[in-house]
């Protein structure tokens, strides 16, 4: 009887911790990741876990059985971290529920449920260059491959380009359809808005200029709305054109390196963490800044940037030669410029 109330409990407290969850795709989320760290650990779901099993855990337990066994799966390490927060936020839940008031919950959180000892992927992921991107996209325009399609190395190309302008995952990429794009006007300029959905069920809004969208269409477009837009592509042939392209060129890179490219090229030209984070659809600004490399150069530093004692009025003493030569070495001044003069009317797209 009494081990039937134990049970009771935690199965009342295991779903009170899942209806905190706002969204279904969460909440079912998280009961697999809770479930699936019981199982691997006791052989049992969490419904049928008992303060003595709790009272087992340790690290070398959580190492042995559930990280290493995730990570004989293929499951990245990442990954296993994100479901050991998860985790960890179940056992802060039966903390504020008192259901185990004489279980040290910090200490299992703390010393058990541990993460330092994975490797964050983002950190040992290549980003993609703008040069790299475009020496990749005449690579798989150039590339002959055993298709009846003439323009296939073309599409692959249009593709790396489209994951880098947008960001967008691979996985995602595949699924979007024409329909999901809506031609909308802004103080006279022309964007194809698109609306894909991400990681679940996350909502992400991307804007493109028209002109960009045209060409998509010029090269991808078949005539049908409701069809994918890179049909004609596959995720798996992507990923081995991009295997032979790094031993080619001598750097690994993958799909993610796009992404990882994107948001520091992005902030490289803005110098603006929020608008790169909302760029690469990030709920925190601590994981943007995991995707942003530092390029190594002393002037950029904070150091140096706080010790200068500027004097702008100097710069008026420049000529144009020599004040264009500095914004053509400078892609930021360029953006920057760029987007002034078009909002000021000076120039049209």
């Not at 798989?140 to 296939?152: A, E, F, G, H, M």
């Not at 691979?170 to 808005?193: C, H, L, N, R």
């Not at 001598?250 to 929020?274: R, W």
Request: net charge positive; aromatic share 12%.
């Amino acid at each position: 009887m009494e081990n039937t109330m134990e049970k009771s409990k935690i199965s009342n407290a295991f779903d009170s911790f899942i209806d905190t969850r706002r969204t279904l795709s969460t909440k079912r989320k998280y009961r697999f990741c809770v479930d699936k760290f019981f199982i691997n650990l006791f052989g049992v779901d969490t419904n049928h876990i008992t303060k003595e099993l709790i009272l087992k855990i340790n690290y070398g337990l959580v190492f042995r059985d559930f990280i290493k066994v995730e990570r004989a799966k293929g499951v990245k390490d990442s990954t296993i971290a994100t479901n050991l927060h998860i985790v960890s936020s179940f056992f802060d839940h039966l903390g504020k529920e008192n259901v185990y008031p004489d279980i040290n919950i910090v200490k299992i959180k703390r010393d058990y449920l541990n993460t330092n000892v994975l490797i964050d992927d983002i950190e040992h992921i290549n980003p993609m260059s703008k040069k790299d991107l475009d020496n990749l996209e005449k690579w798989l325009v150039d590339k002959q491959y055993k298709s009846n399609d003439n323009r296939i190395g073309e599409k692959y190309a249009m593709l790396v380009d489209f994951m880098f302008v947008t960001a967008i995952r691979s996985t995602a990429t595949f699924k979007i359809k024409w329909d999901q794009f809506q031609v909308i006007e802004w103080s006279g300029a022309k964007f194809a808005k698109l609306i894909v959905t991400d990681k679940g069920v996350k909502k992400n809004t991307k804007f493109l200029p028209y002109q960009y969208y045209q060409r998509m269409v010029d090269v991808l477009y078949k005539g049908d709305d409701n069809e994918y837009i890179f049909s004609d592509l596959n995720k798996n042939n992507l990923v081995h054109y991009m295997d032979q392209f790094s031993v080619e060129f001598d750097k690994k890179i993958t799909p993610h390196s796009l992404k990882v490219g994107a948001g520091t090229y992005v902030y490289s030209i803005t110098k603006d963490i929020v608008k790169t984070s909302r760029f690469l659809d990030h709920e925190s600004v601590e994981t943007t800044m995991k995707y942003i490399r530092d390029n190594g150069n002393p002037n950029e530093s904070g150091s140096v940037i706080a010790s200068r004692n500027n004097d702008y009025e100097k710069l008026k003493d420049l000529s144009n030669e020599q004040l264009l030569s500095i914004i053509s070495r400078r892609d930021e001044l360029k953006n920057i410029i760029y987007t002034e003069v078009i909002q000021l009317g000076y120039i049209k797209e």
